[in-house]
């Protein structure tokens, strides 16, 4: 029987955090943090990362893990996630795949390969210079006249995986899109389970809403301040982050606060929306609606402890 793994996914706001937690103290389960922000330390208001008292004793990986200057990107989060399973599964224990990075969490469950071309350090450094010097969007619309699938896939605010489409490009003359597909059909290595949560989307948008106004009450401009003394940048990927870059504008006079927080509210839907594109073209995605379970999380975990025992990742004990 191949390794388990259990992936909870689904929009930002969606309530994945707390479900999570309950999943595995019930299946004797252990988190790894599937999120692009929470890995580091010094920004938690604005990518609402758990505090450690909401982890109830059940251990966290990929949280708090580096410093917002360095690097962190889907290749790193691989490697580090199937070192941590790996660890995960010696203790006998099950990881849960949390958070809503679809691409990460795609490159983890199909073993995606993205080691057979080697980087291009000038091309990458030219493509950075542009993107200084003509802005984002003109990079973006680079990307879209070779590699339209991907152009669509990206937001050309993601400057970092524009750039690596447009770099694999250079360096194959295939798209990484059509790559990324080949990769994608290949089934996955573990006996897993691939559970998607969310919500109706106005309720959805509500509570993206009500988390960013928390976010603010709790601090975030105070967090933002901080970070920026520290000599955190905005050119760092850490701090094109969404609520980062936003009350870094403020900060620097370009808008009000008022106007921050409306823009932070307003990409965040947006963010929402695209995931949930993501997901619904994932294949074997269980779908979890609270819609049609309800608010509370007992039918839901029901549900998912059902299709755990069916796929023989649990045991009827295990349960127990």
Do not use: C
Request: cysteine-free; hydrophobic content about 35%.
């Amino acid at each position: 029987m191949a390794n388990p793994l259990v992936i909870l996914t689904g929009p930002t706001a969606a309530g994945k955090t707390a479900l999570s937690v309950r999943l595995a103290k019930l299946i004797g389960g252990e988190i790894i943090s599937a999120d692009s922000m929470q890995v580091y330390r010094g920004m938690d208001i604005g990518s609402a990362k758990i505090r450690p008292e909401e982890m109830q004793g059940v251990p966290h990986y990929l949280i708090d893990e580096l410093e917002p200057d360095e690097p962190f990107h889907v290749v790193k989060f691989q490697e580090l996630a199937k070192k941590y399973m790996e660890k995960i599964w010696q203790k006998g224990k099950i990881p849960i795949l949390t958070g809503g990075t679809g691409f990460y969490i795609q490159a983890v469950l199909y073993d995606i390969d993205f080691t057979e071309n080697e980087e291009n350090t000038e091309y990458r450094k030219s493509l950075e210079e542009t993107a200084r010097r003509e802005g984002a969007e003109a990079l973006h619309r680079r990307l879209a006249a070779v590699d339209p699938k991907s152009a669509e896939q990206i937001h050309a605010n993601n400057r970092k995986r524009v750039i690596r489409a447009l770099e694999f490009y250079h360096l194959t003359g295939t798209p990484i899109s059509e790559h990324n597909e080949q990769e994608h059909q290949k089934s996955s290595p573990y006996n897993s389970a691939y559970f998607v949560l969310t919500d109706e989307r106005p309720v959805l948008y509500k509570r993206i809403d009500r988390r960013v106004d928390q976010m603010l009450e709790d601090g975030l401009v105070e967090e933002v301040l901080r970070l920026r003394e520290k000599g955190y940048t905005r050119d760092m990927v850490s701090m094109q982050g969404l609520g980062y870059k936003e009350i870094l504008d403020y900060l620097e006079g370009a808008y009000s606060l008022e106007e921050a927080v409306r823009i932070i509210k307003r990409d965040t839907r947006h963010f929402a929306k695209r995931q949930l594109t993501w997901f619904r073209r994932e294949r074997d995605v269980i779908w979890l609606s609270r819609e049609q379970y309800g608010a509370g999380d007992i039918a839901i975990l029901d549900r998912m402890l059902q299709i755990l025992q069916q796929r023989k990742i649990i045991s009827m004990r295990e349960e127990g």
